[in-house]
T-cell receptor, first 112, second 115 residues
Framework: SAVISQKPSRDICQRGTSLTIQCQVDSQVTMMFWYRQQPGQSLTLIATANQGSEATYESGFVIDKFPISRPNLTFSTLTVSNMSPEDSSIYLC?????????FGQGTRLTVV | GENVEQHPSTLSVQEGDSAVIKCTYSDSASNYFPWYKQELGKRPQLIIDIRSNVGEKKDQRIAVTLNKTAKHFSLHITETQPEDSAVYFCAANRYSGGGADGLTFGKGTHLIIQP
């Protein structure tokens, strides 16, 4: 298994501000993934973060809105920029061990 | 890119009966198909998975079947219990020696076990 610590666990933010979510893994991994889960919906992949290179974003997600850092093989951050109420979601980081994906506990973001 | 369709969106069964959830995928390069269970307020947890070189896999009351030709895979839960009530997600991705891609998830099935 993988131990993933994600913080904050929840936050309430004003529109127009930014929030940075941190994800720490208990051992080195090549790729880290960031997902969004809107209320009552499924998980959608935002981007894949590789250490030492720019993140790869999925269709519909852009770096200016969701900048990602990956300074080392155990840590990544996702920033939600210039937030609007539509950004209210749960954001989860994830890593793979062999084929299995493990998830952090998620960050529940509410934008008011 | 990959597209995963999941049905039904809600499934209500009597305790002790079986439940079946079906998914289809679009990308023939996908070779790994996990199923996740998510309880309210919790993170998704893997319950079973199958690789494309296998047609069926079983783990106690849970089984998954895969039809590569038709690009279908299904989750079967037998002898359902109240604790099986949750949202279930199917997913697909490609896995190779270099690692696995991110997952594409179905929209989820809310399974309700009626006592």
């Amino acid at each position: 298994s993988a131990v993933i610590s994600q913080k904050p666990s929840r936050d309430i933010c004003q529109r127009g501000t930014s929030l940075t979510i941190q994800c720490q893994v208990d051992s080195q991994v090549t790729m880290m993934f960031w997902y969004r889960q809107q209320p009552g919906q499924s998980l959608t992949l935002i981007a894949t973060a590789n250490q030492g290179s720019e993140a790869t974003y999925e269709s519909g997600f852009v770096i200016d809105k969701f900048p990602i850092s990956r300074p080392n093989l155990t840590f990544s951050t996702l920033t939600v920029s210039n937030m609007s109420p539509e950004d209210s979601s749960i954001y989860l980081c994830s890593v793979n061990r062999n084929t299995e994906a493990f998830f952090g506990q998620g960050t529940r973001l509410t934008v008011v | 890119g990959e597209n995963v369709e999941q049905h039904p969106s809600t499934l209500s069964v009597q305790e002790g009966d079986s439940a079946v959830i079906k998914c289809t995928y679009s990308d023939s390069a996908s070779n790994y198909f996990p199923w996740y269970k998510q309880e309210l307020g919790k993170r998704p947890q893997l319950i079973i998975d199958i690789r494309s070189n296998v047609g069926e896999k079983k783990d106690q009351r849970i089984a998954v079947t895969l039809n590569k030709t038709a690009k279908h895979f299904s989750l079967h839960i037998t002898e359902t219990q109240p604790e099986d009530s949750a949202v279930y997600f199917c997913a697909a991705n490609r896995y190779s020696g270099g690692g696995a891609d991110g997952l594409t998830f179905g929209k989820g099935t809310h399974l309700i076990i009626q006592p």
